[in-house]
């Protein structure tokens, strides 16, 4: 509230002095500070009363798309879609073996 009002002299004293100098330069950046300011605080004001927002727990997909054991330096390693199912088969446990063998 006294960003506001403070913001109010400086113009005030714009309008009726009509300076076009260096003062008025000063002056009317000083407006534009303040009401910056006031601006600021009247959005700080309405975000602290609201409530913090409640973290979601992660998405969890179906195993078949979670490669678990695998981080992001080996994903971005491979990139072909043969290396990804050499991983997969791996992990089920089938070594990339076919069934007829």
Do not use: H, K
Not at 37 to 64: H, K, L
Not at 91 to 98: D, I, P, V
Request: aromatic share 2%; charged share 20%.
């Amino acid at each position: 509230m006294l960003a506001a009002l403070g913001a109010l002299a400086p113009l005030a004293m714009l309008v009726i002095w009509r300076r076009q100098d260096l003062l008025g330069v000063v002056l009317a950046l000083l407006c534009v500070l303040l009401t910056m300011v006031a601006g600021v605080a009247v959005s700080a004001a309405r975000q602290g009363d609201a409530p913090e927002p409640v973290d979601r727990a992660p998405a969890v997909g179906p195993p078949e798309f979670m490669p678990y054991g695998i981080d992001a330096d080996t994903l971005d390693a491979l990139d072909s879609r043969d290396a990804l199912r050499a991983v997969r088969d791996r992990r089920r446990g089938t070594n990339g073996l076919s069934g007829g063998r």
